[in-house]
C-alpha cells in the first residue's frame, strides 16, 4: 500500500496518535460504558498506588492495549479510539489487587432488573474471556467495530504492570486484599493465652 500510513507507519510525531487515541471517543455510549467500569474499578486501583503512579499505569495499560490491537492486525487502516484498553489495564489491576470484593450486576429483562453480586474475579474473567473469544473470531475481519485485542492487550499490561507499581503500605488496610484474608503484623503483640 504504497502512500499509505497504517500502525507500522509512525512517521515523525505519530507515535502520539496513539496517546491521543486513548481520550477519544466514537460517541456517547463508547464514553459511558468507558467512564462507568473507570468509577467502578478506577477508584480502588488508584488507592493501591497514588495519583502520579495511576496516571503511569493507565497510560502503559493503553500502550500495551494499542500494541496488541496493531500486532493483531498491522495492516489495518482503521482507527483506533478510545479508553476501553486502558480501563481493560485498570481491570486487570483489579482483579490481582482485589479479586474477593463483590461487583454489583444489573441485568435488565425487558422492563425488570435484577442485580446480584459476584466476586471480582468472576465478573472480570467472565469479560475477559469474552473478550478472548470474540477476538478469535473477529481475526481477519476487515470491518469496524469493538477493539476485542486492544481490550485484551491492556488487561494482560495491567496484570503484569500492578506488580511494579501498587504501594503495599497502601493496601495494607484493605480488607479484600488479594486471595486470602491478611495477617495484621501488628497481632504478633497479642496474648494468644487472653481472650477479648
Not at 48 to 74: D, E, H, K, T, W
Request: aromatic residues 16%.
Amino acid at each position: 500500500m504504497a502512500g499509505v500510513n497504517t500502525c507500522n507507519g509512525f512517521t515523525g510525531f505519530g507515535f502520539l496518535s496513539v496517546l491521543t487515541s486513548m481520550f477519544m471517543h466514537g460517541g456517547w455510549m463508547h464514553i459511558i460504558g468507558n467512564m462507568l467500569f473507570l468509577w467502578i474499578f478506577g477508584g480502588n486501583v488508584e488507592d493501591a498506588m497514588g495519583s502520579v503512579r495511576f496516571l503511569v499505569f493507565y497510560l502503559l495499560g493503553g500502550l500495551g492495549a494499542a500494541a496488541a490491537q496493531i500486532i493483531s492486525g498491522p495492516e489495518s487502516l482503521i482507527p483506533m479510539v478510545g479508553a476501553s484498553g486502558a480501563i481493560g489495564g485498570v481491570m486487570g489491576g483489579y482483579l490481582v489487587l482485589y479479586p474477593r470484593v463483590k461487583v454489583h450486576i444489573l441485568v435488565p429483562l425487558f422492563i425488570i432488573f435484577w442485580t446480584f453480586r459476584v466476586p471480582a474475579w468472576a465478573m472480570l474473567g467472565y469479560w475477559i474471556a469474552l473478550q478472548l473469544f470474540e477476538g478469535i473470531v473477529s481475526f481477519g475481519s476487515s470491518s469496524g467495530g469493538i477493539a476485542f485485542w486492544a481490550h485484551v492487550g491492556g488487561f494482560a499490561v495491567g496484570i503484569a504492570a500492578i506488580f511494579l507499581l501498587k504501594d503495599d503500605e497502601l493496601l495494607f488496610d484493605h480488607p479484600y486484599h488479594g486471595w486470602s484474608d491478611t495477617i495484621d503484623p501488628a497481632s504478633i503483640w497479642n496474648d494468644p493465652d487472653k481472650s477479648g
